[in-house]
């Protein structure tokens, strides 16, 4: 069984990692060899001899900062993004209302509101959580509501003739043909919460891998900044791959009850 499992990973992910170390080895090469001088793009075991010198800090302090921000806007953003996209599903006069505010609040740049939530909430966690989660929220609103609103009308009329109440509908056909839409939200959702933790620090911040990476930036410390930058990617591609095997464990799920 883990033979197979090997082998199928190896399928499906072994042109990527043959693509990926072709490219680490053309990057050390190319700064090795002098191409690029080593404090505009240091090489990748230079990076990693960072990550390892400056350990204690990045894996501790930082990266746990960046960790709690990220985790405390996704949940706010997940909360408040299924709540009010179910509000608008239900009441149409909701929507009318809410939706165009919704998306202005996606045409306004972060780096123009993150001062304003430091100035509301101070150089605490929360002026950083603020922008993580106006980041965030707007996939999943739009994607919950997108969601819900392809429930299949054929079984709708069925159940109503059956004597289903309206909330019967919706727990039966409505969420479970949203889940897709709902995932693929929190997939963009989890991403951005990286990003909108990184432009918080960046721009307000005492701790946490993107105010590091600033400070090393400042200092030319080019090997300490691109150690940072690649646990933000780190973090990324993990927590989205989280959010890829609980979709998978869900939809298994369903899948076993049908």
Same mark, same amino acid.
């Given at each position: 069984?883990?033979?197979?499992?090997?082998?199928?990973?190896?399928?499906?992910?072994?042109?990527? #990692?043959?693509?990926?170390?072709?490219?680490?080895?053309?990057?050390?090469?190319?700064?090795?060899?002098?191409?690029?001088?080593?404090? #505009?793009?240091?090489?990748?075991?230079?990076?990693?001899?960072?990550?390892?010198?400056?350990?204690?800090?990045?894996?501790?302090?930082?990266?746990?900062?960046?960790?709690?921000?990220?985790? +405390?806007?996704? +949940?706010?953003?997940?909360?408040?993004?299924?709540?009010? *996209?179910?509000?608008?599903?239900?009441?149409?006069?909701?929507?009318?209302?809410?939706?165009?505010?919704?998306?202005?609040?996606?045409?306004?740049?972060?780096?123009?509101?993150?001062?304003?939530?430091?100035?509301?909430?101070?150089?605490?966690?929360?002026?950083? !959580?603020? !922008?993580?989660?106006?980041?965030?929220?707007?996939?999943?609103?739009?994607?919950?509501?997108?969601?819900?609103?392809?429930?299949?009308? =054929?079984?709708? =009329?069925?159940?109503?003739?059956?004597? *289903?109440?309206?909330?019967?509908?919706?727990?039966?056909?409505? #969420?479970?043909?949203?889940?897709?839409?709902?995932?693929?939200?929190?997939? +963009?959702?989890?991403?951005?919460?990286?990003?909108?933790?990184?432009?918080?620090?960046?721009?307000?911040?005492? =701790?946490?891998?993107?105010?590091?990476?600033?400070?090393?930036?400042?200092?030319?410390?080019?090997?300490?900044?691109?150690?940072?930058?690649?646990?933000?990617?780190?973090?990324?591609?993990?927590?989205?791959? *989280? #959010? !890829?095997?609980?979709?998978?464990?869900?939809?298994?799920?369903?899948?076993?009850?049908?």
């Amino acid at each position: 069984m883990r033979k197979h499992l090997f082998k199928k990973w190896l399928s499906d992910y072994g042109l990527f #990692i043959l693509l990926l170390a072709s490219l680490l080895m053309a990057w050390q090469w190319i700064v090795r060899l002098g191409f690029v001088p080593a404090f #505009i793009l240091p090489s990748p075991t230079s990076i990693g001899g960072a990550l390892i010198d400056d350990s204690e800090l990045l894996l501790g302090r930082h990266m746990l900062a960046t960790l709690r921000e990220v985790a +405390l806007g996704f +949940l706010l953003s997940v909360f408040g993004g299924i709540l009010l *996209a179910s509000g608008m599903h239900a009441f149409r006069t909701l929507e009318k209302a809410l939706y165009p505010f919704i998306v202005i609040s996606q045409t306004i740049p972060l780096i123009a509101l993150s001062p304003i939530f430091i100035m509301w909430f101070g150089y605490t966690v929360w002026s950083k !959580v603020a !922008v993580v989660f106006l980041t965030a929220f707007f996939p999943i609103v739009v994607s919950t509501y997108d969601g819900l609103r392809k429930g299949d009308r =054929e079984y709708r =009329e069925l159940l109503l003739t059956m004597g *289903a109440t309206r909330w019967d509908i919706f727990r039966i056909i409505q #969420i479970p043909i949203a889940l897709p839409s709902f995932f693929s939200g929190l997939k +963009l959702s989890i991403v951005y919460c990286v990003v909108g933790a990184t432009i918080g620090e960046w721009l307000g911040g005492n =701790e946490g891998l993107g105010y590091y990476s600033r400070r090393m930036s400042g200092n030319l410390n080019a090997d300490s900044m691109f150690a940072a930058v690649f646990l933000l990617s780190l973090i990324g591609i993990v927590l989205f791959a *989280a #959010i !890829v095997l609980l979709e998978k464990s869900i939809v298994k799920k369903r899948g076993k009850k049908k």
